[in-house]
């Protein structure tokens, strides 16, 4: 699936693909970092992974939703995704 991003300063799209039945939106956040772009900042879900922390807010094609609980379903083909609302440190990672 192509997966555009919003960085601090570009629009920037990565080829991921669909590794599994069930991916959230952490799982490919997690994929370009770990096999395209160390460069990409974004709430890591080390300490939480279980939707309750609300650190990992992302805009997914303009809705914001948790990148630890939010499922991609397999068929998707595109995805746009943004800083959520506050004032945003580096690419997806905000000061809320």
Known sequence: M???IQRS???????VPVLAESMT????????????????AYYR????????CGRCVVNVDGVPVLA????????TVELLLTP???RVIRDLVVER
């Open 45 to 52: 879900h080390s300490s939480c992974c279980q939707a309750a």
């Open 25 to 40: 939106v952490m799982n490919v956040l997690d994929y370009i970092y770990q096999n395209l772009d160390h460069t990409l």
């Open 9 to 15: 300063d570009r629009l920037q799209s990565y080829e």
């Open 84 to 86: 959520a609302r506050g």
């Open 2 to 4: 192509k997966v555009t």
């Open 68 to 75: 630890c609980a939010k499922e991609v379903p397999p068929e």
